[in-house]
């Protein structure tokens, strides 16, 4: 009976996020990586509203989370070097593209790249699948301060300044202090941005 309640409570708890998402809310939640804050990869107000919690100067590109690699071909012409970065990358991968389709240029670079993570976190998988579009993902933190790599790291203001915090995965520590992050050109010229 009680993994019973337990599911349909984080059905509900999934719902929820989804309908703030929905209607241009910010969320505080774990990747593959490190904490996050995200939204809806197509709404530019809410986008904007995390340029503002971040205080993040308007001309720095954020990255966003796919789930699958259908999502990801509808947003790019993925180069056939970044197949197999993907598939051999241990570590998680973020790969810039060249020209986006449908996606705000709020998100791009200033030379209208942009990065995505083909992501491997099952929550956050089926949070994207769920709500049917990209994911931003930017560190949650102040800009030029740094990543958080469990939920205690971050500053109690941020917290406050986003519409919902998720209840998952707040003991684990990340492994990662951030993706490999690595811009790939369509005639698969490559440059490692990050290691």
């Known amino acids: ?13 999934m719902e929820n996020i989804i309908n703030i998402l929905k209607s241009g809310g910010t969320i505080l939640y ?16 809410a986008i904007n509203k995390i340029f503002d919690i971040k205080k993040r100067e308007k001309n720095k590109s954020m990255i966003i989370l796919v789930e699958t690699e259908k999502r990801l071909q509808d947003l790019v ?12 990358s241990e570590k998680p991968v973020t790969i810039v593209y060249e020209n986006p389709k449908g996606l705000p240029k709020e998100l791009l670079a200033e030379d209208g790249s942009i990065g995505i993570r083909l992501i491997k976190n099952d929550f956050c998988k089926k949070l994207i699948t769920k709500l049917n579009k ?47 992050v690595i811009k790939i050109w369509s005639d698969n010229r ?6």
Not at 1 to 13: A, D, G, H, V, W
Not at 37 to 44: E, F, H, W
Not at 77 to 88: C, F, H, N, T, Y
């Open 1 to 13: 009976m009680l993994r019973c309640y337990c599911s349909s409570q984080r059905q509900k708890t």
């Open 30 to 45: 774990p990747t593959d990586t490190i904490w996050g804050i995200g939204c809806d990869a197509t709404n530019i107000e």
């Open 77 to 88: 012409d993925v180069p056939e070097m970044a197949w197999e970065i993907i598939d051999l």
């Open 134 to 180: 990209p994911l931003v993902s930017t560190s949650a933190n102040f800009s030029g301060q740094k990543s958080p790599l469990k939920f205690s790291d971050i500053s109690s203001e941020i917290i406050d300044l986003v519409d919902y915090t998720v209840e998952e995965d707040r003991e684990k520590i990340s492994k990662y202090s951030g993706s490999s």
């Open 190 to 195: 490559i440059k490692v941005l990050r290691e």
